[in-house]
């Protein structure tokens, strides 16, 4: 693909963005992605592999905190509830 | 093992020329780089010669940088270099070499069974790379690996360090073993997942509607949460725990707001469910469901220490933002203007400025970047990535014709 052909794919994407219409320029990208320069398409998915892999670091990082929490809360309330129960 | 006292002062004459020419110290035990290749033995080989002219558009990119984009052009140009020329290219020579270090060490460290794992992360990652033949998304990163690195040396580190924090959380044993306490916690307390299963229509043909039902739920009963880690915090921080928890149930049992027995079952019931969907069998649901409650939680506290905004001003900020004609149309009346004359554009903060300059692709470049930062604030994962990626290559494209 030609640098002026990437600008007009780049200039609709954000007109669809700016649009609102964000799952057609999903679309749109999916069914261009093998037009892209292989270096344009490699350059993609790594950084879309960068924010996905943090996002999951986020979640796994954030899911052991929650069990923590989790454990305590759940030892606690359990004190409380045989306690109030007596 | 004891080196010779030659080769020590060797490494110690490569260490200080190392630091001298390119101003980085190294650290103690830190080894020094080898010497790079010689310029004109880098300008031989095509690809390489590509990642060098990346490199000093990039480095001219920044300001504080000396412009060696023209020298580059006479190099380009087969004309003669002066030593000031030579002389502006000695650092970059080094830069380059670190550079290209950098993506060959990340390229033999990354197997190519975790660059399919890494495809696991997002959906969004799997669809694009099936639209390639086989074995062709893992190629095209590998190749990308010495651009990237050109563009943006912090963006291998952020890659490899995103991918190491993945790869640490999964492995880490005290993860697993908090993952089996929690299985062993709600299955002694009976809670099960027929709170989900009840959710789930097995006839939602996508599942998008049962998830919602989830989430939903996850998303009310964590609104109990912080206040019942409250209590259970009062009851957990001493040694005196009993004393504590007394205390707790006699705060619980005289509040108006959960005095009964009820409620604090109701609670357990609640907090239960939230860790039921941390170890759900169902892979989507847990997956989606703690997603959403990480994110709201980090959203909550944010909210709390007053660093983020009501969610309502957010999506009013973001609506008025959409609304804004800040990219075709812009870009547009940019380029007329720079192919009309020495014109820049420029943005202030109380509107649209022009002015004259000469550094026109300089400015081209700030302009690009500042609108990739734009289309970051305003568009999620997906695009935000492919966009960023677009415009990189934008900005890489910029009078490549001249330059080589």
């Not at chain 2, 229509?201 to 599942?207: H, I, K, M, Y």
């Given at each position: 693909m030609e640098r002026d052909a990437l600008e007009v794919l780049y200039n609709q994407l954000v007109d669809l963005v700016n649009e609102g219409k964000e799952k057609d320029a999903n679309a749109l990208i999916l069914k261009r992605f093998p037009e892209l320069p292989p270096q344009l398409q490699g350059e993609i998915l790594l950084r879309m592999s960068t924010q996905a892999l943090n996002n999951e670091a986020d979640r796994l990082e954030g899911v052991a905190r929650l069990q923590e929490e989790g454990e305590i809360i759940v030892q606690a309330l359990d004190i409380v509830r045989q306690s109030l129960a007596k | 093992m004891v080196m010779k006292l030659e080769k020590v002062a060797h490494e110690q004459d490569k260490r200080e020329r190392f630091e001298k020419t390119t101003g980085r110290t190294l650290n103690p035990d830190e080894k020094t780089p080898d010497e790079p290749k010689s310029l004109s033995e880098t300008l031989k080989n095509p690809a390489e010669r590509d990642l060098f002219t990346q490199l000093v558009k990039n480095i001219d990119a920044d300001p504080d940088k000396k412009t060696s984009i023209a020298a580059l052009a006479r190099l380009g140009a087969e004309e003669p270099l002066s030593p000031d020329d030579l002389a502006l290219f000695e650092k970059t020579r080094y830069e380059f070499a670190l550079r290209m270090q950098d993506a060959k060490r990340l390229d033999a460290m990354l197997t190519n069974d975790d660059f399919d794992s890494v495809m696991d992360a997002d959906p969004g990652i799997r669809s694009l790379v099936g639209?390639?033949?086989?074995?062709r998304g893992v190629e095209v990163m590998r190749q990308s690996l010495p651009m990237l690195a050109m563009q943006d040396r912090k963006f291998l580190d952020e890659f490899s360090n995103a991918f190491n924090r993945v790869k640490a959380a999964r492995a880490n044993p005290a993860y697993k073993e908090l993952h089996a306490r929690t299985n062993a916690l709600v299955t002694r307390h009976g809670f099960t997942e027929k709170d989900f299963a009840g959710l789930i229509?097995?006839?939602?043909?996508?599942?998008a509607d049962s998830l919602n039902r989830a989430r939903e739920k996850i998303k009310q009963n964590l609104k109990g949460w912080d206040k019942f880690k409250e209590w259970a915090r009062s009851g957990k921080l001493s040694s005196e725990e009993a004393r504590k928890v007394c205390e707790a149930a006699f705060d619980i049992k005289t509040s108006?707001?959960?005095?009964?027995l009820e409620v604090i079952s109701k609670g357990l019931g609640e907090v239960g469910s939230i860790l039921l969907a941390t170890i759900s069998g169902n892979e989507r649901i847990m997956k989606e469901i703690t997603t959403e409650i990480v994110t709201g939680k980090k959203a909550r506290i944010a909210a709390d220490t007053g660093s983020l905004k009501s969610m309502d001003e957010v999506k009013a900020g973001a609506k008025n933002f959409k609304e804004a004609d800040i990219t075709g149309t812009m870009w547009t009346r940019y380029k007329d203007a720079l192919e009309s004359g020495d014109t820049e554009w420029g943005i202030t903060g109380d509107g649209i400025k022009w002015a004259s300059r000469r550094d026109k692709d300089a400015k081209k470049t700030e302009f690009l970047g500042r609108m990739g930062k734009q289309e970051f604030e305003r568009t999620g994962g997906f695009l935000a990535s492919l966009l960023g990626a677009m415009i990189a290559r934008l900005i890489g494209g910029i009078d490549k014709a001249k330059l080589t």
């Open positions: - | 639209t390639l033949p086989p074995g229509d097995p006839n939602d043909p996508t599942g108006k707001e959960t005095g009964d």
